[in-house]
């Protein structure tokens, strides 16, 4: 997958319907419901065996840089839109990026001493992008003092656009940073708010998909 280098990041590309992002290929990326037996914890196993959840089972990936900033879009259906929470039994529609932040990171939320970096958009609060790092399935932290990963979105036809923009060059724990030239690894996770996916109950993409920034 390729995140096209262009001259400058136009305002307009950090906006999901952006008539520009129509002239960047876009890699359709096959997801799948996260496995039962990794679900931490008797009563999520026993309210969920029936395994009703995780089925969005696509997004569309699209990138683009100009050397300074990244945006990268994910495109999905979603029949029912939930974008807000007014109580605890309530879940916002969701999509996060994953990206290894060593050699061997697994894309099952990382391992000890192998972490991941999170970038997690929610539809109620859709302006940020939340930034956890894990090292393996129940880890998950917020990183502190990273660059914003700003979200813009919009839903429209029974589709959710997200597009996450974040300054390229960064540093810290927890923190990934790109060069144009060079290749990334990722992986995508959708959770589907009216279905009350949450935390591991959520579809995501089995293999890590190449980002190649154009040098
Ligand atoms: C593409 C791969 C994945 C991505 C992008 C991803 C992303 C995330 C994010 C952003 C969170 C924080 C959620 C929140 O605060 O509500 C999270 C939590 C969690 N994920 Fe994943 N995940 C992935 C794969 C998996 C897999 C395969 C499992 C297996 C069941 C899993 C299990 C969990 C669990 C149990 C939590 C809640 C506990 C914790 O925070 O660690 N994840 N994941």
């Not at 995501?204 to 154009?214: G, K, R």
Request: aromatic letters at 8%.
């Amino acid at each position: 997958m390729l995140a096209r280098r262009i001259e400058a990041v136009p305002e307009g590309l950090g906006e999901p319907m952006a008539v520009r992002w129509e002239g960047f290929a876009a890699r359709k990326v096959a997801l799948t419901p996260t496995p039962m037996g990794l679900q931490p914890g008797k009563y999520i196993q026993a309210k969920w065996q029936d395994g009703q959840f995780g089925h969005t089972d696509a997004v569309g990936l699209q990138a683009a840089h100009n050397g300074t900033e990244l945006c990268i879009r994910l495109e999905w259906e979603s029949k029912t839109r939930a974008d807000s929470v007014r109580d605890n039994d309530e879940f916002a529609d969701a999509a996060a990026l994953l990206f290894p932040l060593s050699e061997t990171a697994s894309l099952l939320m990382g391992a000890q001493g192998a972490p991941v970096s999170l970038w997690h958009w929610r539809a109620h609060r859709p302006k940020t992008a939340r930034h956890n790092t894990a090292e393996g399935i129940g880890t998950s932290s917020r990183v502190r003092g990273g660059p914003d990963i700003v979200t813009r979105a919009v839903y429209h036809e029974g589709r959710w656009a997200v597009v996450f923009r974040r300054v390229m060059a960064a540093e810290g724990p927890g923190v990934v940073s790109f060069k144009a030239g060079q290749s990334y690894r990722t992986a995508l996770a959708v959770w589907s708010g009216a279905n009350a996916e949450r935390a591991g109950l959520k579809a995501f993409s089995p293999q890590w998909v190449e980002l190649t920034l154009e040098g």
